[in-house]
């Protein structure tokens, strides 16, 4: 079971009617008993860095039960595009503590005539290493990306896929059990469908 942790910043909807279609048990929850006792968790996220981050730490005990189930437990964990920048140190976009569980830092994409800021629509990954997340990618995969800030992780190992948008950019990270995806795996079709499945059997 797969459990998709509503803290109030998240696209569920569109998550769960994926993982539906995948024929995957999947639950919305919000209680600290059910985030305890999740076997696999998806951290999603829409909007802005802090006030993601405050919803966090303003439910008491969240965030504690969140480091034990990430680095006690080593369970699966997921982070879909805002939530991919929260496992990092924090944001240019803000000024609150990310969840540190991937070493690095989200950046906005710089202004420019030639990029338009957000990076908005399909755009192709490079899986850098193999990994039972990509299992099945080739170099045409494609995925859909809506986003501002991009996230520069400070190990190599742990930028998992990168996409090219004015810069190289890490698309995917991982450390351990934890793994971050900067675009929408629920708005990507078979490409999204087939990562959320590798997912789902970990």
Known sequence: MITILNYGMGNLGSLVNMFRRLGIK?????SLSAIEAAEKL??????????????IDETPGLRDVLNIKAQEEKVP????????????GGSEEGARRGLNWIPGRALRFPSCPE????????????VNFSNPLTEGFDQDSRF???HS????????NSSLMTTVYGREFSSAIVKDNVFGVQFHPEKSHRHGMRLLKNFAEL
């Open 26 to 30: 999947v639950r919305v929850e919000s």
């Open 42 to 55: 998806i951290l999603p996220g829409v909007g802005a860095f802090d006030a993601a981050m405050r919803c």
């Open 77 to 88: 964990i997921l982070g879909v595009c805002l939530g991919m920048q929260l496992l990092t």
């Open 115 to 126: 990029l338009k800021v957000p990076h908005m629509g399909w755009n192709s990954v490079n």
């Open 144 to 146: 859909y990306f809506v």
């Open 149 to 156: 800030y991009y996230v520069q992780v400070e190990s190599k």
